[in-house]
Structures are given as C-alpha cells and as structure tokens.
C-alpha cells in the first residue's frame, strides 16, 4: 500500500535505527502530539532505541489538557432543557466532580457522539426545536472544520447551533514547557497533524531562541525514527533549526485556505491548560461577530460546579513530561481504561492509556 508499507520497511527502519545508535550520546526529546505517542509504542519503537535516548509525551492530547473546569462547563451545558450536547467520544469518560458525560447521559440528558463538526451541524438542522452545543476540543488540526461549520451555520440561518470552543494552539503550549524548564528537553518531535495547518513557522521561535532543533514527523515508524536521526544529526554538529520530515504532507507555510478559515472565525483568546494552569493567547476563541454561534455566553448566568482534581493523579506531571504514568499511584491499581481517574487514561491518545495498553507489566 502507497504511503504506509514503505514507511514500515524493516530493512530501512535497522539502518536508520544504526545511524541513531552510532551517534552513543544521551538524548532528551518531546513528541508533542497523541498519534505519535500511541506510534512509539505500537510499533515498539521506544524499546527499539539505545536507553541513553529517551522520548517523552508531551501535551498533544486535546482531551487531556482540557481543563477540569471546563468539563464541569460542558457537563452544565448537558444539562440545559432541551439541548443536545454534541461531542467526539474520548470526551465522554472524562470524570469531574459533578461525573462525567457518559453518566450525564445515563441520567436522562441528551448527549451524542459525532465524528466530525460537520455531523454536529446536520444534527441541528434535524432538531429545530431543539437547542445543539458542539462541545469542540482539538488544536489547529480540528479548528478549521469547526470554524467551517460556523460559517455554514450562519449561510443557513441555523440559529440553534451553537459551539463551545475549547480548541488550543500547540506552539505556546511548546514556550510554557521550555519556560518551565523541568524536563530538559533537547529537542521535539513536532505534531505532523498540526503541521500541516500551521507549516513550520510558528516552531522557529524554538531553535532562535532556545537553541531547541525541531522537525515535524508523520506517524509510521521510519518517519518517527527519520526524525529522531534528524534530531541527532542536529545535537552533533551543534545546529538547531525547524526541519520537516513529514514532507509528503507539510509544507512550510501550512495550509492558507484552512488558515484563512480559522483565522475569520476564531482569534486568540487565553485559556486553563490541565498541567500548564493559565496560559493567555493558547486558545481559539470564537470572534464577536460569531457570537449568536458562542456556547460559551450560555455558561454566563448558569450554576457550574467548581472543579476539583483527584490530589493522587498525575496527569498534569505526565502532560509535561515530568513523570511516567507507571509513577502514578492511581496507575493500573484504581486508574485504568474501564475506570479512568484522569483524562491521559481515558483518552485513546493518552499517555497512560498508551501505556496500559501497549508497555509491559
């Protein structure tokens, strides 16, 4: 198959793999999207490097940096009469204090699972009567096809769509880690997904002014193990830049038409990362002109409960890359796929349900 068995070749996946090898320094790097975390460990990639190279997740699972606080907003925003609540799966085990959307389901609120905004829009036009809220989570990879589906409500005149935005951008997400300084990253694998929106511009503040290399990666194992090399290359000769080895699908300046889309719908606005706090100008917030499409003016006069995380989980120390799920207390004893405390074990790009599912015992 074109594009995938190509990248899978173990012939050239052992040659990349001596070429790393040779090198014989320690290395610290960050892959900073969910797709990647799940292929280190699919394709048994972090088992095949030497153990002076280590590779940590970053905060590349949407579902997981979502906030506490914002999952109580959405859980309120199910409770509203008459509403649907429209909204990807990982979403609905996330567990808050008030439960969860799974359980707001099974107690009577209407809450649906879509693949897509576009999905979300066709329910609504479906149920006029009714009041739908897509809950939008997701970085600049999602943001254009929710930003699309505003744009086509308002072509249609559909006044009961509404979205509550909690779509973040990954690049300031990438500065608060750096500036934080705890996991002495020496380079990242950048989110290939992402890239191919945003290109490789928003990246270059990293090698200018941290002296960080970066290079943006597809998914399958030569691409992965391609960027490590790259990565390496970079450490020896004592350079730092943006590279992109994703380049069947990323091209420097991104996509304009998915950025013009985003842009005309969505501006920054600043936002509660989970394990990163307040972090102002990392969020798409969805312009004034916009607003009659804003969920987020419904949470003004409503009660929402006040958040409140498990004190025991370390989901915020593994979204930074700071600690390993296996150091986690609540890991594999109480936490696990069927009972998840935090989101990095609900969310299929998660780092712990990665590594529940796929390290060994």
Not at 39 to 60: A, C, E, H, N
Not at 104 to 120: I, Q
Not at 296 to 305: E, G, R
Request: charged share 25%.
């Amino acid at each position: 198959m074109k594009f995938i068995e190509e990248f899978r070749d173990k012939e050239l996946c052992q040659r990349v793999l001596a070429k790393i090898k040779s090198y014989g320094f320690p290395a610290i790097f960050m892959e900073v999207c969910g797709t990647h975390t799940v292929s280190l460990f699919r394709f048994g990639i972090r088992q095949m490097l030497p153990p002076t190279i280590k590779v940590i997740s970053g905060p590349g699972c949407p579902v997981c940096v979502t906030s506490q606080q914002d999952i109580e907003n959405a859980l309120a925003l199910a409770s509203l009469p008459n509403t649907i609540l429209l909204t990807f799966g990982d979403m609905m085990k996330v567990p808050a204090k008030s439960g969860s959307l799974e359980r707001k389901r099974a107690e009577g609120a209407d809450v649906r699972v879509v693949y897509s905004p576009l999905d979300a829009l066709k329910i609504a036009k479906n149920n006029p009567d009714k009041l739908c809220i897509f809950l939008a989570v997701g970085f600049e990879t999602t943001a254009p096809a929710t930003a699309s589906s505003i744009l086509r409500a308002r072509d249609e005149n559909l006044r009961n769509f509404k979205v509550f935005s909690l779509h973040k951008l990954i690049p300031p997400a990438m500065r608060a880690i750096l500036e934080m300084g705890e996991s002495k990253i020496q380079g990242f694998i950048c989110p290939g997904h992402v890239s191919t929106i945003i290109g490789a511009k928003p990246y270059r503040f990293i090698p200018e002014e941290y002296g960080i290399p970066c290079v943006i990666a597809g998914f399958e194992p030569l691409d992965i193990l391609q960027a490590i090399y790259m990565l390496m290359d970079m450490l020896d000769k004592g350079t730092s830049d943006v590279k992109i080895q994703y380049k069947r699908a990323v091209r420097e300046e991104g996509n304009p038409l998915a950025l013009e889309i985003m842009w005309k719908v969505f501006e920054e606005g600043d936002a509660v990362w989970r394990g990163l706090g307040y972090l102002p100008s990392t969020a798409l917030k969805i312009r004034e002109e916009f607003s009659d499409y804003d969920a987020m003016y419904l949470l003004k006069d409503m009660p929402v409960t006040e958040a409140e995380e498990n004190p025991l989980c370390r989901c915020g120390e593994v979204i930074r890359g700071v600690a390993e799920p296996t150091e986690c207390p609540l890991f594999k004893r109480v936490c696990n796929p069927s009972q998840p405390i935090g989101p990095c074990m609900v969310s299929s790009e998660g780092t712990c349900s990665a590594y529940y599912k796929y390290a060994p015992s």
